[in-house]
């Protein structure tokens, strides 16, 4: 079984041995081993050249005396390279425990665009209780199981060898070489029709590291299926090559989630390095993102709501005498017939506030008052900002810029 460590975004890991009177989902208690190779991790990125410390998901500080790593907002599950699996979860100003915020984050995570989630991991999650990690490596398997069923593909691969009969080109330099004694050979080269192509070098690989991190009974047997399945592909020598040799032409099109697996598992979409162990996996997404993409499918279901745009950037900051600073709103859609600027906010408001202001930050009141003075210069419209839904904020606020800009 994993060693399960669940907290919640920034929330601080502390050393089992320094772990007394934790408060759950804020604080958690990690084996020295996942605390030194965590800081390890940290202490690398701090070491790099150009290096944005708002985008690693780790920050050092310290938690009543104790050294800690906070978790910044990033959501998802690490593995350790000694068994240690944290499961980072987004904060909550609702009740619910650990377990509801596990499949609200599956859930949320159906939307990421930038991921390859598909329905269906929710209700395992939710019947079995499973550890996150073993949700994830599920959605993988059934990825891969369902490329077998479509078909893997083979391509040509160039070979040379040296022959009892002529076939493809004839080498005459190396056959003249090779063959000045066994002159009833011939060394040639051919194209062979094989599945050592590097979009199933790459799933071989992925599929032997998953084997060895699965421990449901369930994901273990179809790993091993699924390996079986490509047990004439070897493992890639060469991830990063591979992955830039990918081609997704005539009749790869059921390759595309697979593979985008494969890179989060791999090498490229996760926060983490695997830092070349097979035992450590990292599937870690910003939680800005998340909401953000949530938001979107949201409006896209919504009939009133047409031609939504995400992240179009047609105004700038400033004009003159050259236009710099680019402003993205979120979202630009019209509801029903009324033009609308939008930006979501993955923060918990307060509607019942003592000062009124709902808790939200003075800076994203000010973005969007941008926003609504560029956009919405030439026509009327609306301004909203989405904040998530809570006990303590669940009532729509209309609030008033100045005349014309609510």
Same mark, same amino acid.
């Given at each position: 079984?994993?060693?399960?460590?669940?907290?919640?975004?920034?929330?601080?890991?502390?050393?089992?041995?320094?772990?007394?009177?934790?408060?759950?989902?804020?604080?958690?208690?990690?084996?020295?081993?996942?605390?030194?190779?965590?800081?390890?991790?940290?202490?690398?990125?701090?070491?790099?050249?150009?290096?944005?410390?708002?985008?690693?998901?780790?920050?050092?500080?310290?938690?009543?005396?104790?050294?800690?790593?906070?978790?910044?907002?990033?959501?998802?599950?690490?593995?350790?390279?000694?068994?240690?699996?944290?499961?980072?979860?987004?904060?909550?100003?609702?009740?619910?425990?650990?377990?509801?915020?596990?499949?609200?984050?599956?859930?949320?995570?159906?939307?990421?665009?930038?991921?390859?989630?598909?329905?269906?991991?929710?209700?395992?999650?939710?019947?079995?209780?499973?550890?996150?990690?073993?949700?994830?490596?599920?959605?993988?398997?059934?990825?891969?199981?369902?490329?077998?069923?479509?078909?893997?593909?083979?391509?040509?691969?160039?070979?040379?060898?040296?022959?009892?009969?002529?076939?493809?080109?004839?080498?005459?330099?190396?056959?003249?070489?090779?063959?000045?004694?066994?002159?009833?050979?011939?060394?040639?080269?051919?194209?062979?029709?094989?599945?050592?192509?590097?979009?199933?070098?790459?799933?071989?690989?992925?599929?032997?590291?998953?084997?060895?991190?699965?421990?449901?009974?369930?994901?273990?047997?179809?790993?091993?299926?699924?390996?079986?399945?490509?047990?004439?592909?070897?493992?890639?020598?060469?991830?990063?090559?591979?992955?830039?040799?990918?081609?997704?032409?005539?009749?790869?099109?059921?390759?595309?989630?697979?593979?985008?697996?494969?890179?989060?598992?791999?090498?490229?979409?996760?926060?983490?390095?695997?830092?070349?162990?097979?035992?450590?996996?990292?599937?870690?997404?910003?939680?800005?993102?998340?909401?953000?993409?949530?938001?979107?499918?949201?409006?896209?279901?919504?009939?009133?709501?047409?031609?939504?745009?995400? @992240? $179009?950037?047609?105004?700038? +900051?400033?004009?003159?005498?050259? *236009?710099?600073?680019?402003? %993205?709103?979120?979202? #630009? &859609?019209?509801?029903?017939?009324?033009?609308?600027?939008?930006?979501?906010?993955?923060?918990?408001?307060?509607?019942?506030?003592?000062?009124?202001?709902?808790?939200?930050? @003075? $800076?994203?009141?000010?973005? +969007?008052?941008?926003?609504?003075? *560029?956009?919405?210069?030439? %026509?009327?419209?609306? #301004? &909203?900002?989405?904040?998530?839904?809570?006990?303590?904020?669940?009532?729509?606020?209309?609030?008033?810029?100045?005349?014309?800009?609510?």
């Amino acid at each position: 079984a994993h060693n399960r460590i669940r907290i919640r975004e920034h929330g601080f890991l502390i050393r089992e041995e320094q772990a007394s009177n934790l408060p759950a989902g804020r604080c958690a208690a990690i084996p020295s081993s996942a605390f030194d190779y965590l800081s390890q991790l940290l202490a690398k990125e701090e070491a790099r050249t150009v290096a944005d410390e708002h985008h690693f998901f780790l920050s050092r500080t310290t938690w009543r005396g104790r050294d800690a790593l906070k978790v910044r907002s990033h959501v998802g599950v690490l593995q350790t390279p000694c068994g240690a699996c944290i499961e980072i979860l987004p904060k909550a100003a609702n009740s619910e425990g650990l377990d509801e915020s596990s499949q609200v984050l599956v859930r949320m995570l159906h939307c990421l665009r930038s991921a390859p989630f598909r329905a269906g991991g929710e209700a395992q999650l939710q019947s079995q209780r499973m550890p996150l990690v073993e949700v994830f490596l599920g959605y993988f398997l059934r990825e891969i199981d369902q490329l077998v069923k479509r078909g893997i593909r083979s391509d040509y691969l160039g070979e040379e060898e040296n022959l009892r009969f002529l076939k493809g080109k004839l080498l005459l330099g190396k056959h003249l070489r090779a063959n000045a004694v066994q002159q009833h050979r011939f060394f040639c080269s051919y194209d062979a029709y094989l599945l050592n192509r590097p979009e199933n070098r790459l799933i071989r690989t992925a599929l032997a590291k998953v084997l060895k991190l699965c421990r449901s009974r369930e994901n273990e047997r179809l790993a091993r299926g699924l390996v079986f399945a490509f047990q004439d592909v070897p493992v890639s020598q060469d991830i990063a090559g591979d992955l830039a040799r990918c081609r997704f032409n005539r009749g790869m099109a059921h390759y595309q989630n697979p593979l985008a697996w494969c890179r989060m598992i791999l090498r490229e979409e996760a926060t983490v390095p695997a830092s070349g162990s097979k035992r450590t996996i990292s599937l870690l997404f910003p939680m800005e993102k998340v909401f953000e993409d949530y938001v979107a499918r949201l409006l896209e279901r919504t009939d009133s709501v047409h031609d939504l745009r995400c @992240q $179009a950037g047609s105004k700038w +900051l400033v004009e003159a005498p050259r *236009k710099k600073f680019q402003m %993205r709103p979120d979202f #630009l &859609f019209w509801l029903d017939n009324q033009f609308v600027v939008g930006d979501a906010k993955w923060k918990l408001a307060d509607q019942d506030a003592q000062d009124g202001k709902f808790g939200v930050s @003075q $800076a994203d009141l000010y973005q +969007l008052y941008a926003y609504g003075h *560029k956009y919405l210069r030439d %026509r009327k419209g609306r #301004l &909203f900002i989405f904040y998530p839904e809570t006990f303590a904020f669940h009532e729509r606020q209309n609030l008033e810029y100045e005349p014309g800009l609510n």
